[in-house]
């Protein structure tokens, strides 16, 4: 039982378009949110962070928004750049445990 | 050095082998990770290390038995693999508080068993 769904598995996105990556999670009670970036053959990174006490979290080129009613997250890239391709993954969690989705690949074409 | 070390970066071993994966965090950090990427499937947890004590072993086969000696090192122990236990074994770190937690993490070890 997934606890953190991420539908899409993959994702193209022409370059200096937004990109934007969807999540959706069980569990009400958490309470803090993070996405990883994941190149092949490397550890996952983390990229940005949201508390559930705000709805909106933004750093540089990618903001995370968050609706708790909906059990929802997403995280937009914009402009996306062909760095920026690679799988992304949301996860959340307690302080000592955190659960990730299934990632979804993101391809930022030329 | 920063960050989280692994090694080895890759590693073949037979069923029958022994061998152990080894992680270093140079953060400062007292919780330690070992997590499991196979193909196509979400990233499982298998073993969480809190100040140096096993807090969480998620249901995770005797043939993978972790060792934490302190809080900067973390050891994966591997006997008697089978083929399906070939993936991509990643040790990340975090800093335990109140609240929310980043993780960070090592660059893996990608096993395969033959």
């Known amino acids: 039982d997934q606890q953190v769904k991420q539908n899409s598995p993959s994702l193209s996105v022409q370059e200096g378009r937004i990109s934007i990556l969807n999540c959706d999670y069980t569990?009400?009670?958490?309470?803090?949110f993070l996405w990883y970036k994941k190149y092949p053959a490397e550890g996952p990174t983390f990229l940005i962070s949201?508390?559930?006490?705000?709805d909106k979290n933004e750093d540089g080129r990618f903001t995370v928004f968050l609706n708790k009613s909906a059990k929802h997250l997403s995280l937009h890239i914009v402009p996306s750049q062909p760095g920026d391709s690679a799988v992304y993954f949301c996860?959340?969690?307690?302080?000592?445990?955190?659960?990730f989705g299934t990632g979804t690949r993101l391809q930022v074409t030329l | 050095e920063t960050g989280v070390t692994q090694t080895p970066r890759h590693l073949v071993m037979g069923m029958t082998n022994k061998k152990s994966l080894k992680c270093e965090q140079h953060?400062?950090?007292?919780?330690m990770y070992w997590y499991k990427q196979s193909a196509k499937k979400p990233l499982e947890l298998m073993f969480v290390?809190?100040?140096?004590?096993?807090?969480e072993n998620n249901s995770v086969p005797s043939r993978f038995s972790p060792e934490c000696p302190n809080s900067s090192h973390l050891f994966l122990h591997l006997h008697t693999l089978q083929p399906e236990d070939s993936a991509l074994y990643l040790c990340?770190?975090?800093?335990?508080?109140?609240?929310?937690?980043?993780?960070?993490f090592g660059q893996g070890t990608r096993l395969t068993v033959v």
């Open positions: 990340a770190s975090s800093q335990v508080k109140g609240g929310g937690t980043e993780a960070f």
């Open positions: 569990n009400s009670m958490f309470d803090y």
């Open positions: 949201i508390s559930s006490i705000k």
């Open positions: 996860t959340t969690g307690t302080a000592s445990k955190l659960t």
């Open positions: 953060l400062g950090h007292n919780a």
């Open positions: 290390y809190s100040l140096e004590e096993r807090v």
